[in-house]
């Protein structure tokens, strides 16, 4: 579900050719001393407001107007660019005339403007006391933040290695003042100058296959339509950390257009961010003035409309956003690649890496969903000739007890026929290999994602990328500003936490951590309760449907009920993880997030999994026999399984969690900002007319659109990681999670891609190198699904007391067969018998059971190994049930040792950079051996020709 290439920028495309939409920017001067005033509610701010206008005099108007080239009518009535159509907009600052913190914004946007970037404001169609602050970085300010941040742009190939030949080389460094290309990257002509290991070779050629198998069969539907997106194979890209010294080394044909508007955003927010608002230190940052109210709001805006009249094939894309909502986030599209490195140029490496984490998941799903299936189609084609089931359904002469007290009667066992089937589909002879599969397969999606990661690393220019040092959280910065220490780094002073300070909060915040999850235990018992009681309630239920199915009724509303508290207590876990995090008081906004992502994994996959382990490990376990069971609150009796097993209560749990819970992300996801930017459009058409819409400019139009989440991405890949736990974790019990996870992303990727370019305000382009924590929490889900898996299979499923039956105690006991006709009689073996008159009173059933033989009931059979009432130990444990124990516990040691060297054996053999990855990096470093060589062996040679004008003697100088 993902494409990614290296490359240029991409201009709008028109007929299949690109073209730049931009004019060139000339220097614009404003009068931003007669604009200030604006700020001041004491001052006449109605004077300077035109309708939707807020401006200065005249004479700045005939200062806009500067001699030069004509500027395109559809400029200045695209909004996007300034009055005068030349300057684009690169950021908007919104805020009310009505805010208070007007002196702060007054000293911020002075040293906005001391900075060099360029300002205009206007005031709001739909309500005067909104303001929009619009910004314009100019050529000087690009260029020199650039070079500050690092950027890396494009720039004129010089090969001085191979003078003559094609040039297959991309990264460069500065020596001597020169550049020197040092990294071959051609796609066509690729040197191989080392010898790997042959297990690399092999890895290579198995990521080739599996990169096959998920592009579905056939390829060709999923590749991009070329005709639509010309510029999406790209050639080669040079790139180099831009350098104003070295400016005329890059290929610029328009400075408006060098820099792409992502990286535009990115270098005024890196400004905004270290400009200060009050006289101090450290009242800096527009996140500041966000947090106090300064201003309402800060976005760079979206380029234009995403919708066009006009076909896209015919007339090409109007912007970078319809071009990504005709090829990525239109339904039409839900079979295609995903163009990476568009979505990365728009909405920045941050988030073209989400998307393409979502899109190697999604597209690694498909052989496990196919294996989940054939697992399921197994149990189905296999199905008429499972000996378990048939005896099940032929079994009408064996009376089974009530699974509950009073009000449950006798029932024949041929009755759970239906559930035996069903059991059988998701518990058969298959499942053991799925388990180990889905192990196998957890860890080579990991590794491979590792690959996949350093090719989009490496292809995105972030593999030399560091973060910069994080500024202080204002709320840390105010809680300890008495406290101040020497940074190591900088070598300034900043606020510090004391060790004893920062235990305590974390002894703190770990407490909260303990209570909550014993809350969730509590909800656990709650639903406990609630199906002990309900069973018996449904068990005297006059409908003979829900009656005579008292268990599935009870089983299925449960799981109902506990998704609605999932739900509710989410709510209350976002508050208290973020209470929590706050308290610990982390010093930055990477601590503070990861922070913050561990509680809320935490919170949730405890509270969306506590109810699914009770019912896999717990239910039925501990419920004593029939005459000696077990109660909760020396009152109600525990709940046991079906006839036909536990596993079908699991499935059910399962199943219907999984669909409700993706149902209702998919919903809220898309439903709450479509519902909320419908109401804005509908409030917005009453007042004025079905032309208003159209006539605002691109920053009303943005916005009325909902800001993106206050926790950026981690919505999102909360999300997906809980759904990966839900596939990984008990997928041994529900073989079709797979599937339903794959079915669910194909749908959300395009849900989320939707949601970005329509619904919401562009986000910031950040950087990133990988996912961050979330790397971490996926290891340790997959090393939990192993060991669940192995108790599943052990515990909650039939496999092990039939795989003891049929070696040990069955026909073919010592032949070492293990077929369905050595499974005859094993039905029978695996019920116990109870004499009825045993019954304790509060248990003794109303029906006597003479429906089934004219005659009450004497006996009646329950699934346990244990003698029978007539033996020298009553209800005692018999010999088989110690031996399938013993194979159960040897079963979990040996799956468990056996996975695991699996996974450690493919860690192993799989390398985490590509082969020819690893040879382009292994040649980077060897071209910088030579040059530096070169370099020398140049200046020597050089030194040597002066000392040779000069007259001096070189008989023993070398070289």
Same mark, same amino acid.
């Given at each position: 579900m993902e494409a990614s290439s290296s490359g240029s920028t991409i201009s709008s495309v028109t007929g299949g050719k690109t073209k730049t939409h931009q004019p060139v920017a000339k220097d614009v001067n404003i009068f931003f001393d007669e604009l200030e005033g604006v700020n001041s509610p004491s001052k006449d701010d109605d004077s300077l407001l035109r309708h939707g206008n807020l401006t200065s005099t005249s004479d700045d108007a005939s200062?806009? !107007?500067?001699?030069?080239? !004509?500027?395109?009518?559809? $400029? /200045?009535?695209?909004?996007?660019?300034?009055?005068?159509?030349?300057?684009?907009?690169?950021?908007?600052?919104?805020?009310? /005339? *009505?805010?208070?913190?007007?002196? /702060?914004?007054e000293v911020f946007e002075r040293n906005i403007r001391a900075e060099g970037l360029q300002m205009e404001k206007e005031s709001s169609l739909t309500n005067s006391d909104i303001i929009f602050v619009k910004l314009h970085a100019p050529w000087e300010v690009l260029g020199k933040y650039a070079e500050l941040m690092n950027v890396r742009m494009p720039f004129r190939p010089f090969n001085p290695f191979s003078a003559g030949a094609p040039c297959i080389l991309v990264?460069?460094?500065?020596l001597n003042g020169h550049f020197i290309e040092i990294n071959g990257r051609s796609r066509r002509s690729r040197r191989k100058i080392y010898y790997l290991h042959r297990r690399y070779k092999f890895m290579n050629r198995i990521e080739k296959q599996i990169s096959r198998f998920r592009g579905w069969?056939?390829?060709? @539907?999923?590749k991009l339509d070329k005709e639509t997106l010309p510029d999406l194979e790209e050639n080669d890209c040079y790139t180099a950390p831009f350098s104003q010294q070295r400016i005329h080394h890059f290929i610029i044909h328009n400075k408006d257009t060098f820099f792409n508007n992502a990286t535009r955003s990115r270098i005024v927010h890196h400004i905004l961010q270290r400009v200060k608002y009050e006289e101090g230190k450290n009242k800096i940052g527009l996140n500041r003035l966000l947090s106090n109210g300064s201003y309402e709001a800060a976005f760079?805006?979206?380029?234009? =409309?995403?919708?066009?009249?006009? *076909?896209?094939?015919?007339?090409?894309?109007?912007?970078?956003?319809h071009l990504l909502y005709e090829c990525w986030a239109s339904w039409g599209v839900w079979y295609k690649y995903q163009p990476l490195d568009l979505v990365r140029r728009y909405f920045g490496e941050k988030i073209g890496l989400y998307f393409a984490w979502l899109g190697w998941y999604t597209g690694m799903l498909f052989p496990a969903a196919f294996i989940g299936l054939f697992v399921f189609l197994y149990g189905v084609t296999t199905l008429n000739h499972c000996q378990v089931s048939k005896e099940v359904c032929q079994a009408t002469d064996i009376i089974m007890c009530p699974i509950c007290d009073k009000y449950c009667p006798f029932m024949r066992l041929s009755d759970s026929c239906i559930y035996a089937k069903v059991t059988h589909l998701f518990d058969n002879g298959a499942t053991v290999f799925f388990a180990v599969f889905m192990a196998v397969w957890a860890t080579v999606f990991l590794e491979f994602w590792k690959r996949r990661r350093a090719v989009i690393a490496y292809d995105w220019d972030l593999i030399d990328w560091e973060e910069e040092e994080e500024e202080i959280r204002p709320q840390f910065e105010a809680k300890y500003s008495k406290k101040e220490r020497m940074n190591p780094i900088s070598g300034k002073p900043e606020p510090y936490q004391a060790f004893a300070d920062k235990c305590s909060r974390l002894i703190v915040s770990a407490s909260g951590i303990f209570f909550m999850i014993c809350v969730v235990i509590a909800a656990v018992f709650g639903i &406990?309760?609630?199906?002990?009681?309900?069973? *018996?309630?449904?068990?005297?239920?006059?409908?003979?449907?829900?009656? $005579?199915? =008292?268990? &599935?009724?009870?089983?299925?509303?449960? &799981?109902?009920?506990?998704?609605?508290?999932?739900?509710?207590?989410?709510?209350?876990?976002?508050k208290v993880?973020?209470?929590?995090?706050?308290?610990?008081?982390?010093?930055?906004? *990477?601590?503070?997030?990861? =922070?913050?992502?561990?509680?809320?994994?935490?919170?949730?996959?405890?509270?969306?999994?506590?109810?699914?382990?009770?019912?896999?490990?717990?239910?039925?376990?501990?419920?004593?026999? @029939?005459?000696?069971?077990?109660?909760?609150?020396?009152?109600?009796r525990l709940e046991e399984c079906h006839p036909s097993g536990c596993l079908i209560d699991l499935c059910m749990q399962m199943g219907i969690i999984m669909v409700l819970k993706q149902t209702w992300n998919n919903f809220m996801e898309l439903g709450y900002p479509l519902i909320q930017n419908w109401w804005t459009r509908r409030k917005l058409r009453q007042e004025y007319g079905t032309q208003g819409k159209t006539s605002f400019p691109q920053w009303e139009k943005d916005y009325n659109l909902q800001p993106m989440n206050a926790y950026g991405l981690f919505d999102e890949y909360l999300e997906m990681i809980l759904q990966f736990g839900f596939t990984t974790i008990f997928v041994a019990a529900f073989p079709l999670a797979p599937l339903l996870a794959l079915l669910n992303n194909i749908i959300e990727i395009r849900l989320d891609a939707y949601k970005f370019v329509t619904q919401w305000r562009r986000p910031l382009a950040s950087r990133a190198k990988d996912i961050g924590i979330w790397y971490g929490i996926l290891e340790g889900i997959g090393i939990l699904s192993v060991i669940t898996n192995a108790f599943v299979i052990a515990v909650t499923s039939d496999f092990i007391p039939r795989l003891v039956y049929a070696y040990k105690y069955g026909p073919c006991a010592g032949q070492g067969e293990a077929g369905q006709r050595c499974m005859v009689g094993y039905v029978n073996a695996s019920l116990s018998v109870f004499l009825v008159s045993d019954f304790e009173n509060r248990s003794e059933p109303t029906s006597n059971g003479s429906e089934f033989s004219g005659s009450p009931l004497k006996y009646c059979r329950y699934r346990d190994y244990r003698d029978p009432p007539h033996s020298p130990v009553p209800y005692g444990y018999t010999l088989q049930f110690w031996h399938v124990l013993a194979a159960r516990l040897a079963f979990i040691i040996v799956f468990e040792h056996l996975v695991f060297c699996i996974k450690?054996?493919?860690?192993?053999?799989? @390398?985490?950079?590509?082969?020819?990855?690893?040879?382009?990096?292994?040649?980077?470093?060897?071209?910088?051996?030579?040059?530096?060589?070169?370099?020398?062996?140049e200046r020597l040679q050089k030194e040597r020709k002066e000392r040779k004008k000069n007259g001096k003697s070189y008989h023993n100088e070398w070289p």
């Open positions: 200062r806009l !107007e500067v001699v030069g080239e !004509e500027v395109p009518d559809k $400029n /200045k009535t695209s909004g996007l660019y300034f009055r005068d159509g030349k300057c684009r907009i690169d950021y908007i600052l919104v805020y009310r /005339k *009505s805010n208070p913190q007007t002196e /702060k914004r990264r460069c460094c500065f069969l056939p390829r060709k @539907p999923m760079p805006l979206h380029e234009g =409309s995403y919708r066009s009249k006009n *076909s896209i094939k015919t007339h090409g894309a109007e912007n970078h956003r &406990v309760i609630y199906r002990v009681v309900t069973v *018996s309630t449904f068990a005297a239920f006059k409908w003979a449907l829900i009656r $005579n199915n =008292s268990q &599935v009724a009870t089983t299925g509303t449960a &799981v109902c009920i506990n998704f609605c508290i999932i739900m509710l207590l989410n709510v209350l876990y976002e993880a973020l209470f929590l995090t706050n308290l610990e008081q982390p010093r930055t906004e *990477s601590e503070w997030e990861n =922070s913050f992502t561990l509680k809320m994994f935490l919170f949730q996959f405890v509270n969306l999994n506590s109810s699914t382990f009770y019912i896999a490990f717990f239910l039925g376990r501990f419920t004593g026999h @029939p005459g000696a069971y077990l109660r909760l609150i020396n009152r109600w450690h054996l493919i860690s192993y053999l799989i @390398p985490d950079l590509p082969k020819d990855l690893r040879d382009r990096m292994r040649r980077e470093k060897y071209l910088i051996q030579e040059m530096m060589y070169e370099a020398e062996l």
